[in-house]
């Protein structure tokens, strides 16, 4: 993918995005060994994942859908607590 | 008139008006404007043009297509100038790579006798048995490997990089890639046609260059290309998602992205494998017709042609109308097969020699004389027919130009009747038409073109009558196996890498019996012209060991880049963003010498070209009397809202829950894996309202994190980027209070405004925040206003300072004020996986939180740390002992560590440093050795940390004002 379709802010180049993963998700999670597992063995197969995604320019955060075998983006929300 | 050019040719390249000379392996030779370096060479009556990768053999021009590694050059300052692309240079002097001692008397051609001991995958077996030879082989394989020789200190080639944006790309401008443009013009749509060649036409320039059918095409396709961006010289390199290709063009690197590309780049004419097929004078003969139309030269004067399909034939015939003498035509097959042409051919009188083969090329003095010719199936010692010539024109065949197609993974399948690999599917957006296509007459091709066209209308949704698409060639023009074993051997398969039909059956023997194993362990293909000509061959020679099918065998896989790319032109010019504070005016009228920190310009140091030691005396002023430095590239994030204290907490390792109003207090940020990312200090200056600075160059990334945590855990709370918001001078030194207070609003004593407290004050009557900070050990206020505010201000208290003997001071004298403090620089004192418990910051963690970014690895890291950075002072007082950052810490045989800062401290009268090392070796008054870059050893101590004032009473002195 090099332009990314964003339906809340439109076709914009790939490269102005941050692709942050998923990592954040361990902050819940209450027993820490679980955490540190999660951390360190995380998941690396290609199915659909939910990432987070810093648009720079505008410096918004999403919650991306993604099926990143295809690299095929499912649904796109703005995360909380941002506004357009 | 030279040698071997010609009278003029129509449609020839060369304007004969200028003519300029250049050097070629110290000779001088003239060219025509027009000319590549290799066809005046040719012109001029040379033939061997280099040496051979490998065995240094003698070789010549063999394809002539842009990918003839056969002659690579270079000059003093550019390297692996491709002599079939470039256009020589008036007055420049080129050299063949690859030789020791010249081109003619190369050393390197006494090598071909080590051959038997090197044989292929030799890498893999000699160099490493027995051990101790590995470095004799080591020394061999470096001194060996490689073209040409880096120019280190020439002037860089940089090449601009431009994005483009198009509606449709055609890739090769030859008869389906023209007829493809001209169908798409006129419609409103941006069309960019890119070629590689100096011109467009593609084979229709020479293959087909007196056939009117075929020019009147040209003209009237290129007349038809009202609006169309013609790129010549343009070399698409690359095919990527999203379809994004790069362009490489002689003036700039673009990145063009299309909604579609049409792949017209046509096919590559493959060599046929006999004995000594490398001599020069074996060309294809598409090269020949290249180097006669295009540059009115004669390849050789008496020929004899190979072939193998039927275009040797029309080639044959052209190129005796040319005037180049054709001894004979040897074709692999029965004459008869191939319909009118044969008829042709005796009607011009060309001699065909049927069912037979080159069995050997002979050559004399590192040329051509004869070839050997057997009848196909005769047993081994029969007598060849030997014809003297000094030119073999070979055409045996193509390999579709397919690799931009492979790199976005489009299918192939092999079509027997064109014999060749054709597209089979290609993924949206993209094209194919013309030979590479499998369609070769010149009508199919230009209606191929033209049905092309008509779906790329169609995927653009624009209403178009359909074209339908012709059917391929059924004359195959691909001969299946022009491999030919010879007891000599001698029968290359790769010309770059001197790859022998012997050592792809060595390679299967051993098991190599994958198209991509059999690459890497022989190299085949992995020459400058990455398998262009080689893959094919090698492809067929597995396919047969093995007997499968050639799709069965497979093609290795095809990576960006199709042709060699120059460095220069991937870096791109060297354009980054370079931000500046507000006082760049007041740093440069005080002679700054600037330094590069993040994306910032920072002050490294002021009085430029003054004597003495102007950093020595910029620490002076802060430690005895005051100094100022600009701070302004501080990340300066402003945090409120209700839920703004429950945010740092997730944020940072410490509790600022008992951080009161009106007072600061330093922080840590790790990632989730416990590394030390950022510092700051944090001011409260509300109950739900703090301002906190990051580091210089994590200022984004630490408010990136802040939004990001703040979203996550749905925070009532807002996070406002104020870095470019705000100017910050830090004003430090026992005489700070005297010079701030006349301009200041509030009390500055002690009392009044303690270590570590946070006001809101005004100072020349402008509203700023002040922080009692202590970074460089003195008393100190960072003063952060608005930026229009600043210059002024910088300038009054250098003014009122004069009388305390005030002094700006740089990046270098902060730094070493901290380094005497002990206070650790994230990024140079910490590393990628540094946490707090191997630094002195272990007290900013607090387990106690239920919840931090960190917490759970830090937990666990707690009592594992196995490395600590700690101080250390050297043994010498010598001042400018070189000892630098990075420079290692030696026990035994071992690395024990690392310095990661360092400096002369002015008040200690010595050396002093931290550095990051083994626990092992972190206790106090443990003694170590440091290795200098020269390799001498210094010894050094552990001592504790700050090597300055321990009970930080100078940054708390409530004298002063």
Known sequence: ?84 | MSARRLPPVAGEWIDRSRELTFSFEGATYRAFEGDVITSALIAAGRTMLGRSFKYHRPRGVFSLANHDANVIVETASRINIRADVEAPVAGEIYSAVNTTGGLERDFGRHLGWLAPFLPVGFYYKIGHKPRRLFPYFEKLIRHASGLGRVAVGQPRDRLPFVREYCDVLVVGAGAAGLAAAAALAGRGLRVIVADENARVGGSLGYAQADEPAAQAFLADSVAALDGVEVWTGATAVGLYGDLECPVVRPDRLSAVTARAIVIATGVLEQPAVFHNNDLPGVMTTGAAQRLVHRYAVAPCSRAVVLAGNPEAYRAAIDLKQHGVGIEAIVDLEDPESRGELAGLAQAAGLRVVGRSFVHAAQGRDGRLVEVEVLPLGASPGATPQRLPCDGLLVSVGYAPAAQLLHQLRARFAFDAAVGQMVPAGLPAGLYAAGRVNGVFELDARIADGRAAAAEVLGTLGIPTAGAPRPPRTNVRQSHPQPLFEHPKRKNFVDFDEDIQLHDLRTACREGFDNVELLKRFTTNGMGPSQGKHSHLNASRFLAGYHGQTLEQAGTPTARPFYQPVALGALAGRRRRLVLETPLVAEHEAAGVQWMEAGSWNRPARYRRGAPGDPVREEYLAVRERVGLIDVGTLGKIEVFGRDALELLNLAYTSDQTKLRVGMTRYMVMTDHKGTIADDGVLGRFGERHYYLTAGTGHALATYRSLKQLAAFAKLDVEVVDRTRHMAAINVAGPRTRELLQPLVDIDLGAAAFPFLAAREAKIGGVPARFMRVGFVGEVGFEIHLPPSAAGALWRELLTRGQAFGICPFGVEAQRLLRLEKGHLIVGQDTDGVTHPYETNLAWTVSLAKPRFVGRAALEYLKDRATRMTVGFTTEHRDPRLPLEESHLAIAGRDIVGRVTSVGFSPTLDRTVGIAMLDKTHAALDTPLTFRLTNGTLVGARVVALPFYDPDNARQKAEGGA
């Not at chain 1, 690396?44 to 999403?62: C, I, M, N, V």
């Open chain 1, 1 to 84: 993918m090099k332009i990314f379709d964003c339906p809340i802010i439109g076709r914009r180049p790939i490269g102005e995005f941050i692709n942050a993963g998923g990592g954040i998700g361990v902050l819940a999670e209450d027993d820490p060994a679980k955490a540190r597992r999660a951390m360190l063995f995380g998941d690396g197969t290609a199915r659909t994942k939910r990432e987070w995604w810093y648009h720079r320019p505008s410096q918004l955060w999403f919650v991306i859908e993604r099926e990143t075998a295809s690299d095929t983006v499912l649904g796109v929300t703005l995360a909380s607590g941002e506004t357009r």
